[in-house]
């Protein structure tokens, strides 16, 4: 539960908040890439910051790429089957998924 190996070469996620608690205590030694929706309701910006900031406090080198601002890409974009969602919390976003793949 909460525990990030220290020689972890690659990670991936979806659907998860970016919460700082999401971070373990030791240092971490990987890159970290995270591709953040900026209209995802689920998943605010304070808490993306929260978790860069933790993520470089433990010394994890990070990029962030960020899609969609004023009402773009939103939760699950990179999931085609979203096309079909009709809760506007969700959407896919074809540049957005693909600009995230190529990252």
């Known amino acids: ?17 970016a919460g700082a608690e999401a971070v373990a205590a030791p240092p971490i030694t990987a890159r970290a890439l995270l591709c953040h929706a900026e209209a995802d309701p689920f998943v605010p910006r ?17 990029e962030l790429q960020a899609f969609g601002a004023a009402g773009g890409a939103r939760h699950s974009f990179t999931n ?17 998924d693909a600009a995230s793949w190529a990252a």
């Open 46 to 62: 304070d808490g993306v910051d929260a978790c860069l900031a933790a993520l470089g406090e433990r010394g994890c080198r990070w």
């Open 80 to 96: 085609p089957a979203q096309a079909l969602n009709e809760n506007p919390a969700f959407s896919y976003d074809a540049r957005a």
């Open 1 to 17: 539960d909460g525990y990030v190996p220290h020689d972890l070469t690659a990670t991936g996620g979806s659907e998860g908040s």
